[in-house]
């Protein structure tokens, strides 16, 4: 059965546990995520229990209380490191604050891997296991610059992005659309300083629907002719989608693209909600990683990126020439939540 407990800065923990107490031989490996209902995360802890189970390890879960809590996570760190973990994978909040935190865990001993957010630098943590979120970004910029053909020239782009800090996975998502776009991105690691004419603003959606539903608003009233909507994820996405329905724009006249590739997203993919979403494996990411770490053996890096690359596929049913992707139907029978 699964156990939730709270830790002090709102963490919960999630303990596999059975009717005898896990033997006390085993080593303990965590794994902690921004929050736990995201289903990106539960699928990361799906793929952390098989492996526990697999491996014969004790498996602590731990999440924040919301997405950008990193005191909550640095608890988490603490409560691993105090418990004689052997080491942990974790989604960082805070690319940059929590590092100091992670130096902690290391010098103590624990091996450290980090999932689908890099740290900020990046070689803070042992290992990083991560989509190209540069490269899902320009899948999604490509096609959306094909798609329009000629008028991509006159487009009116909205940008629905994740949090005012932003962290590895905001900027490299953001940065790849405009790059796959066509875009004179300026500082390739922040977004913010453009000066292209088709950009209409970024606004902060928390990565949730109902964040979405008010960057897409606050968006309309500065460019009502928007007809280029990127989103950070596809529950931002969502949100976005009914701004636009309550505007009378829900007609195809604008177009969404997003990344993630959850089940929910690929089935807005085939219902036209979304045009296209770069599809991630979260699954993958964390078995790897809790394996790595029980195992003493690091993933292969790739010295030009910094990570190991676990992949992104463009899902869509409208392919544009010179973007390689797969159909919905392929994409539901990959996708998680």
Same mark, same amino acid.
């Given at each position: 059965?699964?156990?939730?407990?709270?830790l002090?800065g709102?963490?919960?923990?999630?303990?596999?546990?059975?009717?005898?107490?896990?033997?006390?031989?085993?080593?303990?490996?965590?794994?902690?995520?921004?929050?736990?209902?995201?289903?990106?995360?539960?699928?990361?802890?799906?793929g952390?229990?098989?492996?526990?189970?697999?491996?014969?390890?004790?498996?602590?879960?731990?999440?924040? @209380?919301? *997405?950008?809590?990193?005191?909550?996570?640095?608890?988490?760190?603490?409560? /691993? +490191?105090? &418990?004689? =973990? %052997? $080491?942990?994978?974790?989604?960082?909040?805070?690319?940059?604050?929590?590092?100091?935190?992670?130096?902690?865990?290391?010098?103590?001993?624990?091996?450290?891997?980090?999932?689908?957010?890099?740290?900020?630098?990046?070689? @803070?943590? *042992?290992?990083?296991?991560?989509?190209?979120?540069?490269?899902?970004?320009? /899948? +999604?910029? &490509?096609? =959306? %610059? $094909?798609?329009?053909?000629?008028?991509?020239?006159?487009?009116?782009?909205?940008?629905?992005?994740?949090?005012?800090?932003?962290?590895?996975?905001?900027?490299?998502?953001?940065?790849?659309?405009?790059?796959?776009?066509?875009?004179?991105?300026?500082?390739p690691?922040?977004?913010?300083?453009?000066?292209?004419?088709? +950009?209409?603003?970024?606004?902060?959606?928390?990565?949730?629907?109902?964040?979405?539903?008010?960057?897409?608003?606050?968006?309309?009233?500065?460019?009502?002719?928007?007809?280029?909507?990127?989103?950070?994820?596809?529950?931002?996405?969502?949100?976005?989608?009914?701004?636009?329905?309550?505007?009378?724009?829900?007609?195809?006249?604008?177009?969404?693209?997003?990344?993630?590739?959850?089940?929910?997203?690929?089935?807005?993919?085939?219902?036209?909600?979304?045009g296209?979403?770069?599809?991630?494996?979260?699954?993958?990411?964390?078995?790897?990683?809790?394996?790595?770490?029980?195992?003493?053996?690091?993933?292969?890096?790739?010295?030009?990126v910094?990570?190991?690359?676990?992949?992104?596929?463009?899902?869509t049913?409208n392919?544009?020439?010179?973007?390689?992707?797969?159909?919905?139907?392929?994409?539901?029978a990959?996708?998680?939540?």
């Amino acid at each position: 059965m699964l156990k939730t407990l709270l830790l002090s800065g709102g963490v919960t923990l999630a303990l596999l546990s059975g009717a005898a107490a896990v033997a006390q031989d085993k080593p303990i490996i965590g794994l902690i995520t921004k929050t736990e209902g995201n289903p990106f995360f539960v699928k990361m802890r799906e793929g952390a229990e098989e492996k526990a189970a697999e491996l014969g390890f004790e498996l602590r879960a731990l999440a924040g @209380a919301f *997405d950008g809590d990193n005191e909550g996570q640095i608890a988490a760190i603490e409560s /691993l +490191i105090a &418990a004689g =973990a %052997k $080491g942990f994978a974790i989604v960082p909040s805070d690319s940059s604050a929590i590092v100091p935190t992670i130096q902690s865990a290391r010098d103590a001993g624990l091996v450290v891997i980090v999932l689908d957010t890099p740290l900020d630098p990046i070689d @803070a943590a *042992d290992a990083t296991l991560a989509t190209d979120n540069r490269k899902a970004g320009q /899948l +999604i910029g &490509a096609w =959306a %610059k $094909g798609t329009l053909g000629d008028a991509a020239a006159n487009a009116k782009i909205a940008f629905l992005d994740l949090a005012t800090n932003q962290p590895t996975v905001d900027y490299l998502r953001d940065q790849g659309f405009m790059e796959g776009f066509g875009i004179d991105v300026k500082d390739p690691n922040r977004y913010g300083d453009e000066d292209d004419p088709r +950009i209409c603003g970024h606004e902060m959606t928390a990565g949730s629907e109902e964040g979405g539903v008010t960057a897409m608003e606050t968006l309309l009233q500065r460019c009502p002719d928007i007809n280029v909507v990127y989103t950070i994820n596809e529950p931002a996405a969502a949100g976005g989608y009914q701004a636009l329905q309550a505007a009378g724009k829900a007609d195809g006249s604008v177009l969404i693209v997003s990344i993630d590739g959850g089940c929910p997203g690929v089935e807005n993919v085939k219902a036209g909600v979304i045009g296209a979403t770069s599809q991630q494996y979260p699954h993958l990411m964390a078995s790897m990683a809790l394996e790595a770490i029980h195992s003493g053996t690091l993933p292969e890096i790739d010295p030009a990126v910094g990570f190991l690359d676990t992949g992104a596929t463009l899902i869509t049913d409208n392919p544009v020439e010179g973007v390689p992707s797969i159909t919905t139907e392929e994409g539901l029978a990959l996708c998680w939540g």
